[in-house]
């Protein structure tokens, strides 16, 4: 499968997470062309902050296959992680982040001036980043939902 192929994947998920009232966001965690784990964002359903999809991605990989396994693995998301996110995959071991969309491109006000390129930098994290992956799919379903809190054009 190619780097859209999975991304394809976390759209699906993401338009899940959407349906049921969450943020639509998805995260598919791969290792050797084999899908580990895949977690949709559930804070809303939830009510924790916490449950990002890259979060749960991490875990249901975790649990399933050991956390050894997530080391070196790849994330595919379909939005740039947060800054609690990034922390994360430092943590665990990712060694590789495929996004669909950034929050810049969206013109997030909520996060300043973060990126992952700058966490990485601030963080040490030696993190191999392909960016842009159905982006306007991404995108398309972000401004579907419509709850970003976004500076005007």
Not at 76 to 91: F, I, N, R, V
């Amino acid at each position: 499968m190619t780097d859209a192929d999975f991304m394809a994947l976390a759209l699906r998920h993401a338009e899940e997470a959407f349906a049921r009232g969450d943020w639509p966001v998805a995260a598919v965690l791969v290792r050797d062309g084999a899908v580990l784990g895949i977690g949709q964002n559930r804070q809303n359903t939830e009510s924790d902050v916490t449950r990002h999809a890259e979060f749960e991605a991490m875990r249901a990989a975790a649990l399933q296959h050991g956390a050894d396994r997530v080391i070196g693995s790849t994330v595919y998301s379909t939005m740039e992680p947060c800054p609690m996110c990034a922390g994360a995959m430092k943590l665990a071991g990712i060694g590789r982040l495929v996004l669909g969309l950034r929050h810049a491109t969206l013109r997030r006000t909520d996060l300043g001036e973060y990126s992952i390129e700058t966490f990485c930098r601030l963080a040490g994290y030696d993190l191999a980043l392909t960016t842009g992956v159905l982006e306007a799919e991404c995108l398309a379903l972000r401004r579907r939902w419509g709850k970003d809190q976004v500076r005007a054009h």
